[in-house]
């Protein structure tokens, strides 16, 4: 564990909903940022790499199944510009990290979470 860490919150996307279309040019946007991010924070061993994720009302889902089904959506080469298997934690429900495996990571870092 380390005294730092890169988030990367809600990149893991099928675009599979509605308003897909209208969220795609603002992925696509930030993309090359966030995957440069990344990238760095893989190059450096005292940065842990932590994926928080929307399961999308899916609460049986695990990390796999969340990265799966990101990798085989509409928009899989945003998903894979953005994602690097190293540690992927994901939140049940969308907004919420208390009591949720996001906080659990955090505090096993000695962390403290706000909110």
Do not use: Q
């Amino acid at each position: 564990m380390s005294d730092t860490a890169v988030l990367v919150i809600d990149m893991l996307n099928a675009y599979r909903h509605p308003d897909a279309e209208l969220l795609t040019p603002n992925g696509a946007d930030i993309i090359d940022p966030i995957a440069g991010l990344i990238r760095v924070a893989r190059d450096h061993e005292d940065v842990d790499l932590i994926y928080v994720n929307d399961n999308y009302g899916d609460f049986t889902a695990g990390s796999d199944d969340i990265v799966r089904s990101a990798l085989d959506g509409e928009r899989s080469d945003l998903v894979k510009r953005s994602f690097r298997r190293r540690a992927a934690t994901f939140s049940p429900r969308r907004g919420t990290v208390f009591s949720t495996p996001p906080r659990r990571t955090i505090c096993s870092h000695g962390w403290t979470p706000s909110g």
